[in-house]
C-alpha cells in the first residue's frame, strides 16, 4: 500500500498530465498550431467570438487563476468584463503569438506551485475554501472547454485539418 506522501506525488503527476496532454482531447498548442493568421479575427456563423478572444479569455482567465493561487493579496477582477478582449483582432502576429507564449509559460508557473506545494488540498488562506487541488482541476476544465471551441471554429474557417 502506498503512503500518504506517494499518494499526493502520483495526484500531482496526474493533475501536470490533465494540464499538460491531450489524452483523450487535443491540447491546447495543437489546436491553435497553425491557424492562418488572417483567420485569428474571423468570427463564422455568427458567433460571438474570434479565435483572438477565445485564447485572449483562456490567458486571461489561466493567468487570473495563477494570482489568485499563488498571491495572498490577490486583486479580484470583474467578471466578465475584465474576461474577455473586446477586440476581434490582435494589433499584430506579434501579439496573437505573445498571447500564446504567455498561456504557455503561465501554465508552467502554475505547474511549478503544484509539484512544490506541501498540500494540495490546504485551502487558501485569503479565499472561501478554494485549494491547490480544486485550481488545477479549474484550469483544466476551463482550457479544454475553450479549446474545444477553437477546433469548432477552424473547423468552421476550414484550417482544421486533422
Known amino acids: 500500500m502506498k503512503n500518504e506522501t506517494s499518494q ?14 491531450g ?3 487535443v491540447t491546447f498548442n495543437d489546436a491553435v498550431k497553425n491557424i492562418p493568421f488572417e483567420d485569428v479575427s474571423k468570427k463564422p456563423g455568427g458567433l460571438p467570438y474570434s479565435l483572438w478572444q477565445i485564447v485572449e479569455h483562456i490567458r486571461i482567465t489561466q493567468k487570473d487563476i495563477l494570482d489568485f493561487s499563488a498571491n495572498k493579496n490577490y486583486k479580484e477582477l470583474n467578471w466578465p468584463g475584465d474576461y474577455w478582449q473586446k477586440n476581434s483582432a490582435p494589433a499584430n502576429e506579434e501579439e496573437w503569438n505573445n498571447s500564446i507564449q504567455k498561456i504557455n509559460s503561465d501554465l508552467d508557473e502554475f505547474i511549478e506551485l503544484l509539484k512544490n506545494s506541501d498540500d494540495i488540498y490546504k485551502p487558501f488562506e485569503h479565499g472561501s475554501g478554494q485549494n491547490l487541488l480544486r485550481e488545477a482541476i479549474l484550469i483544466g476544465d476551463h482550457n479544454s472547454h475553450h479549446t474545444g471551441e477553437i477546433i469548432l471554429l477552424r473547423r468552421l474557417l476550414g484550417n ?3
Do not use: Q
Not at 502520483?10 to 499538460?20: K, P, R
Open 8 to 21: 499526493n506525488t502520483d495526484l500531482i503527476n496526474e493533475l501536470i498530465s490533465f494540464l499538460t496532454k
Open 23 to 25: 489524452n483523450a482531447h
Open 160 to 162: 482544421w485539418k486533422r
